[in-house]
């Protein structure tokens, strides 16, 4: 929160404040609104989409991870530290393999 109020729209902390409230604060709720923030700040860090892709699809929404992955496919941008869309990828897979239902996989 310090971090934030320093520097309201610093992606990275945004995010790492957001998957602090996904995992052990208000929940998916607050963490969505963390990442929608760091999203506008941001809009074509590729990071901010997905972390949240991974924080829909733990809490049981691989169709909205899904959409985020899209969304970030189109936003044709870096992270710093050099996060390229082979991470959009890659979270991507890990979304498919581990999230999603049999009957949401392609047969």
Known sequence: KRS???NPSNAATL???ANLEEARGLGLIR???LYDKAHRSHATNTRV????A?????HGNATG???LLER???????APGGITDAA???TLGEVCWHHLEDFDRAV
Request: charged residues 25%; aromatic residues 16%; without cysteine.
């Open 4 to 6: 934030s109020d320093a």
């Open 15 to 17: 995010v790492a404040w």
């Open 31 to 33: 963490a969505r609104e």
């Open 49 to 52: 989409f997905t972390a949240w």
């Open 54 to 58: 991974m924080a829909e699809a733990r």
């Open 65 to 67: 991870a899904l959409k």
């Open 72 to 78: 970030a496919t189109r936003a044709r941008g870096f």
């Open 88 to 90: 959009v990828f890659s």
